[in-house]
């Protein structure tokens, strides 16, 4: 990591929710709780607790020096709502095969 920007990755104890119109698309107590240096808290849902079929792959992929390469997914009325580190940095090792939205509720 680089001075002053540190990431940790914590297992989470709140149940987390992702609704969109009428869809549950993700509902989980199993998420990950990502806090990085000068970004939001971000939650890492498993794969198994998120409803992939609710999803189309994007083609859009970026880049973070500390997390690694981010795919995307989308649906109709959100693009690039949803992404995951396929192969994370070492640091982040446990966001493997898990997803983070945008907007989640946290109860």
């Not at 992702?18 to 989980?28: C, F, I, M, P, Y």
């Not at 990950?32 to 189309?56: H, Q, S």
């Amino acid at each position: 990591m680089t001075t002053g920007h540190t990431i940790t990755v914590e297992q989470g104890t709140q149940r987390v929710r992702v609704v969109r119109g009428q869809h549950v698309l993700a509902e989980t107590d199993r998420a990950l709780v990502l806090r990085e240096t000068g970004c939001p808290v971000r939650y890492y849902i498993p794969e198994a607790d998120v409803r992939m079929d609710l999803l189309t792959p994007s083609d859009t992929h970026t880049y973070c020096p500390f997390k690694g390469t981010a795919s995307y997914w989308s649906r109709p009325d959100a693009p690039d709502l949803v992404w995951s580190y396929p192969d994370p940095k070492p640091d982040v090792a446990a966001i493997r095969n898990h997803l983070c939205f945008y907007e989640v509720e946290v109860s």
